[in-house]
């Protein structure tokens, strides 16, 4: 008999010791939702293919979790028949007593170490980020929109940094035009993204500085949320923030949030 069952607390110790293979056998939804830090995603009905292919080393330590401790049992059942020799199974998520990592919390770090050394800038994508979480949540949107929304605000900028190189300038259109590129490879690295959210956040990122045509409650509450950050962190007065609010601005949430900011 290879499998052990294993506590959480347990567990965590041999996770932050370096201990063991941590799998996650949900569906990548489930698994941006929420992971335990350091977790490969590994599907139950793709385990044994990648299993196959990313743990060649068998006599390795794995410690397996799904959401409630069904998947667990049974992916650690495949994996003593493919002839794994240490199997922990954690059980579910559920029970899990300690903190979860997100995606955004992960962008958040891979956004901080694309603009390291830049302070100003890491603080104003986290303001950012924060203004679209609250208008989110009190505009009630959809959760999918939502997690589109909570990655494109992290990244908005990220095009500052190339335009800066290749045209000397920040300028709005320039970021545009370069942003994309660099978030595309950015986010293929994340493991459980699909194809059409990678597309909607490069999209968002092409167009934060666009304010026509604006094609959904996540482009929405972006500009709103950027606009509010750059009219604290800026210099302009109130006639130009009023103008901007009727031009831009449609959210209950943000037009209220602007005319506390600026007492309007």
Request: hydrophobic share 35%.
């Amino acid at each position: 008999m290879s499998i052990y069952k294993v506590t959480p607390e347990k567990a965590r110790e041999m996770i932050r010791g370096q201990e063991a293979v941590l799998l996650d056998v949900r569906q990548p939804e489930e698994y941006l939702e929420g992971h335990i830090p350091g977790a490969r995603l590994c599907p139950l009905p793709e385990l044994e293919q990648r299993a196959s292919e990313q743990f060649k080393d068998k006599t390795q330590p794995f410690i397996i979790y799904c959401r409630s401790g069904r998947r667990s049992i049974l992916a650690a059942q495949k994996l003593e028949q493919l002839g794994y020799e240490v199997l922990y199974d954690l059980g579910g998520i559920l029970d899990w007593p300690y903190t979860v990592v997100t995606l955004t919390d992960e962008v958040i770090l891979e956004m901080s170490a694309f603009d390291h050394g830049d302070a100003k800038r890491i603080q104003h994508f986290m303001k950012v980020y924060e203004f679209s979480r609250m208008i989110a949540a009190c505009e009630c949107i959809d959760r999918k929109t939502c997690d589109i929304l909570m990655v494109a605000s992290v990244m908005h900028d990220i095009g500052i940094r190339p335009s800066l190189e290749k045209y000397g300038d920040a300028i709005g259109p320039h970021q545009e035009e370069l942003g994309p590129d660099y978030a595309r490879p950015m986010l293929e690295k994340f493991e459980g993204l699909s194809e059409a959210f990678i597309d909607r956040v490069c999209y968002l990122i092409g167009h934060h500085h666009t304010y026509t045509n604006v094609d959904g409650d996540d482009y929405q509450i972006l500009i709103e949320a950027d606009f509010l950050v750059n009219s604290m962190e800026g210099e302009m007065d109130r006639e130009t923030i009023r103008s901007m609010m009727e031009r831009i601005f449609r959210t209950k949430t943000g037009i209220r949030l602007l005319k506390t900011e600026h007492d309007l």
